[in-house]
């Protein structure tokens, strides 16, 4: 019998023949002798023979050259069964002492086999564990999640994956990442458990600094904007919004190229280029930004380049301040510095002014006195010099110098009170136009006078502090007006209840007021003409006082004048009023032009 040619196990026949081929070769010489002796008695027997003993002899060969086959099969049986030994064991130690968890579950999530890093974490033996349920070691806000993820690996096709956390009873909480797959027998699954805990925490750790941050961020007092290298806002916070007006959607759409007051983009483009190419580590700017109302704003604004690990540039860190209150101190400061020093100049021209004004009645008071008291008794001379120190005392009395002051420094230091009695409306403003008639006399000025109520009036206020004022209102107009006239009008509105308004107003035809000097006349010490030559004489604190008592009487003055074509100042003034008689109006004209 001879073995198919398309016998699977041909190869091996084939290594099997050629070794025992080998193996004859190899003999001893009393095996190849005795092999001779055979293979002569084997030719004999088969020269003896027929065919059948040729098949005999085919039989042996063929069932040693079998005999190897199975020597060579359990060599390879044998060495395969110690790789399986070895590729077991070394399986054995890479599951025993994984660093991850593995355990094996059946249908009901009993653990059936686990290795020492899963007894570990759930701080068991691995002998007791068997039999227990899996989810008795989740915490037991997580075991409806366990259970439902125990569920879905028993019969999904892909793994699948959950986050618990394991009930530690009085040890710090574990949180685990359990990855499992279903066995093919479809009796259980196998889990894969990792600690993260340390994981966790760190991530719990980003988050809350990332809150801070942008608690941080959004709630600054100042605005804060991260700015790519080609200006464009890539993150703004609220308040930047509110100082700018944009909204932040609007604002990402930008750059600040866009929103800059033109006269500062040069020099701000600059500092952001030298920030830019590392020639400067951050830079402080104050500038102009066009609000979105279309008003300009000023703002200080300090940059800083942000730069990745390797030292290239990110973005822009730009924190924006809000400065244009402390502008408009500066402007008012700066103001308030010009006034103030205005005022000192003012001063001294003061005290020039009255330095001359007090001499020159003075000299004469002084001098015709001594010459008074060494003369004899010539009735004449006395008469004459007595007359001149009557016109000095009356000088001094119409510059109203010391006067002035004394009532300005009341006022201005808190001291002078004022009372409320009731008086005839139109009473202070007769008596002021009845005290200055004579000035209005020695000028040849036309003095008119019109009062008029809709019938005898009663007001409650300060009539001292009234008198003061007409009479300063009043001299100032006849003091500033050469020819012409000065109009008095006097009336009255009353309101509801008991209450209504006192108008009262200065009318002159005199050199008038620039509408740059309108401001500075109202400034203590403050004349249109503060030379000394000038021809028009006073302290300069008459409007002073008239503005600072009718203020406290919660009452208003304007002013009305132009250069050349006269001047008009108006009071205003809330007062308490009672009915007296019937109606009646008066207007009086008193022309003195043709007396003097």
């Avoid at 398309?6 to 091996?12: C, G, T």
């Avoid at 991850?100 to 701080?123: D, K």
């Amino acid at each position: 019998m001879s073995p198919e040619k398309n016998s699977p196990n041909n190869e091996l026949r084939r290594q099997a023949e050629e070794q025992l081929k080998a193996q004859k070769s190899a003999c001893p010489p009393e095996l190849e002798e005795r092999r001779r002796k055979i293979r002569g008695q084997e030719s004999e027997a088969r020269s003896q023979e027929s065919e059948a003993e040729a098949d005999t002899q085919q039989i042996l060969h063929d069932l040693r050259v079998h005999q190897v086959e199975l020597e060579m099969q359990n060599e390879e049986l044998q060495k395969n069964r110690a790789e399986i030994k070895a590729a077991a064991e070394k399986y054995a130690d890479l599951y025993d002492f994984a660093p991850a968890g593995y355990f094996s579950l059946n249908s009901q999530g009993e653990i059936t086999q686990t290795n020492l890093a899963g007894a570990g974490l759930l701080n068991m033996e691995r002998a007791l564990l068997v039999g227990k349920r899996f989810a008795a070691f989740v915490a037991e806000a997580d075991r409806s999640t366990f259970h439902s993820f125990l569920q879905l690996s028993f019969s999904a096709d892909s793994d699948q994956t959950c986050v618990v956390e394991l009930d530690r009873k009085d040890q710090p909480p574990v949180v685990l990442q359990v990855t499992a797959a279903h066995l093919v027998n479809g009796e259980g699954c196998r889990i894969a458990v990792a600690d993260i805990t340390e994981r966790k925490q760190a991530e719990e750790a980003l988050a809350k600094s990332e809150a801070r941050f942008r608690g941080t961020f959004e709630n600054a007092a100042l605005g804060i904007a991260h700015v790519g290298q080609d200006g464009c806002f890539l993150e703004v916070n609220e308040t930047l919004c509110q100082i700018i007006g944009y909204s932040r959607e609007e604002l990402i759409q930008k750059t600040f190229q866009e929103i800059i007051y033109a006269a500062d983009l040069e020099k701000n483009l600059k500092l952001f280029t030298q920030l830019n190419a590392g020639e400067i580590p951050t830079y402080t700017i104050e500038k102009r930004y066009l609000h979105r109302d279309g008003r300009i704003i000023w703002i200080q604004n300090t940059a800083a380049m942000q730069n990745d690990k390797n030292g290239e540039p990110l973005y822009c860190i730009s924190l924006i301040r809000d400065i244009c209150k402390e502008k408009e101190m500066a402007l008012s400061l700066e103001k308030a510095m010009v006034m103030a020093e205005a005022s000192n100049i003012a001063k001294s021209q003061f005290i020039s002014n009255m330095s001359h004004e007090l001499r020159t009645p003075l000299n004469p008071i002084i001098g015709l006195s001594d010459l008074l008291l060494e003369m004899p008794d010539d009735k004449d001379q006395v008469l004459e010099f007595s007359e001149i120190i009557n016109n000095a005392g009356v000088h001094m009395l119409h510059l109203h110098v010391v006067e002035s002051i004394l009532d300005f420094s009341k006022i201005k230091a808190g001291k002078m009170t004022l009372s409320h009695e009731w008086f005839e409306l139109n009473a202070p403003f007769e008596k002021a136009s009845s005290v200055l008639s004579g000035m209005c006399l020695k000028k040849g000025l036309e003095l008119n006078q019109k009062m008029e109520s809709p019938c005898e009036i009663e007001i409650e206020s300060d009539a001292s502090a009234l008198l003061q004022v007409a009479i300063n209102l009043i001299g100032n107009a006849i003091k500033f007006t050469d020819s012409g006239s000065v109009s008095i009008q006097v009336s009255f509105e009353p309101k509801e209840n008991d209450d209504g308004t006192l108008l009262f107003s200065v009318k002159d035809t005199g050199i008038g007021i620039s509408e740059e000097d309108q401001e500075r006349i109202w400034s203590s010490f403050e004349r249109v003409d503060n030379t000394i030559s000038s021809s028009h004489e006073g302290a300069g604190l008459g409007l002073a006082i008239s503005l600072l008592l009718v203020e406290k009487l919660n009452g208003s003055i304007q002013v009305e004048s132009s250069l050349g074509k006269g001047t008009t100042f108006t009071v205003m003034l809330p007062v308490k009023y009672r009915l007296v008689t019937q109606a009646i109006a008066s207007e009086k004209t008193c022309n003195y032009s043709g007396l003097f």
